[in-house]
């Protein structure tokens, strides 16, 4: 009887550390900018990176704003610019000892 009740409460560990990790890994779609008229001038292709870092697992440094700070330079790149059309985002990782780094790339036609 004692390995009945061991056997089920690894079963519900397991299933409780599944739901928890599981429920870290959702997300919300964001807006970062509204959608630009259809009228809108083109300027140009452009591409903004900016980057963030995890370090040690628990301590994020310039990692929550990095899609906003790529798309602001991607703006940046074409004056007068005011949104992005077509837009290709990219993100690449790298590891390194004490952390990892993010780095989004977006880039997209600039209008007005």
Known sequence: ??????????????AV??????AGCASHMT????RPPAHAQKLGRVEGRASGSLFQAVIPILLNSRTERA???ALAKAPGATALM?????????????????TVTISGEAVK
């Open 1 to 14: 009887m004692e390995k009945i009740y061991r056997q089920a409460g690894r079963t519900l560990c397991i």
């Open 86 to 102: 077509d837009v290709t985002l990219r993100e690449d990782w790298l590891w390194y000892y004490l952390g990892t780094i993010s």
């Open 31 to 34: 807006t970062i900018v509204s």
């Open 17 to 22: 550390m599944l739901a928890v990790f599981t």
């Open 71 to 73: 798309y602001a330079n």
